[in-house]
């Protein structure tokens, strides 16, 4: 069974630019979750994708957006880049079964950089 | 809005030594309430959970019991190991909806041989 997957590791961009994040989600799970970790904080919830649907969103501004394909694989994209968007972003993903709770699978997060 | 406050790290104990790390919430409702840990270098993983009050999760020698009446899920272990040194985040799910986890701050434990 492959776990979450996240690309690319690490990311450096410049202020101003967009860039794009990627995750497979674990077989068998089609709902993926996004979150923002920077540096010695704990993760902070962006959004989750439930069949290829937006399913909640935290407290990022509209420039944070997603996609969820048919094989449930997801993207972040984030527009218009700041400094303080520099972070560990982790991806999880999820049964979305009707389970008191689904457990997420964490990846090993993509770290961005912007400069 | 719902929220989560950890013990301030970071934590450094001998091997053997027992371990407390501290995690009081703010919630409506009946969160489940979990326990993730991050390795050097790695995602996290669930360590432990609990869904309901006066419920204990336990993994690998950790225990944390889901106290209501003092909105706490204390984080023990009896005898900790140099491999036990990593990043601890508390954490709480709604029960509703997107089922979003709501994290601490983290606390980084480090265990000297």
């Known amino acids: 069974e492959t776990g979450v997957t996240q690309s690319p590791t690490h990311l450096i961009k410049t202020r101003g630019q967009q860039v794009t994040l990627r995750c497979s989600s674990q077989s068998g799970h089609n709902t993926v979750s996004w979150y923002q970790q920077a540096l010695g904080q704990g993760p902070q919830f962006i959004f989750q994708?439930?069949?290829?649907?937006?399913?909640g969103r935290g407290n990022f501004p509209p420039r944070f957006s997603g996609l969820q394909f048919p094989n449930y694989s997801s993207e972040l994209n984030v527009n218009a880049l700041e400094l303080d968007d520099s972070a560990l972003y982790l991806c999880a993903s999820s049964g979305g079964g009707a389970a008191l709770y689904n457990e997420q699978f964490f990846g090993p997060g993509t770290r961005l950089t912007v400069l | 809005g719902n929220s989560v406050t950890q013990m301030e790290g970071p934590v450094t104990l001998s091997e053997e030594a027992f371990l407390t790390i501290n995690c009081t919430y703010t919630a409506t409702g009946y969160p489940s309430l979990f326990w993730y840990v991050q390795y050097p270098g790695e995602g996290l993983q669930l360590l432990l959970k609990a869904t309901k009050a006066d419920d204990k999760g336990s993994n690998k020698g950790f225990e944390a019991t889901y106290r209501k009446e003092t909105t706490s899920f204390h984080l023990e272990k009896g005898s900790v190991q140099v491999s036990d040194s990593a990043v601890y985040f508390c954490a709480l799910s709604d029960r509703v909806g997107a089922q979003k986890l709501v994290f601490g701050q983290g606390t980084r434990l480090t265990i000297n041989p």
């Open positions: 994708y439930y069949r290829e649907e937006e399913n």
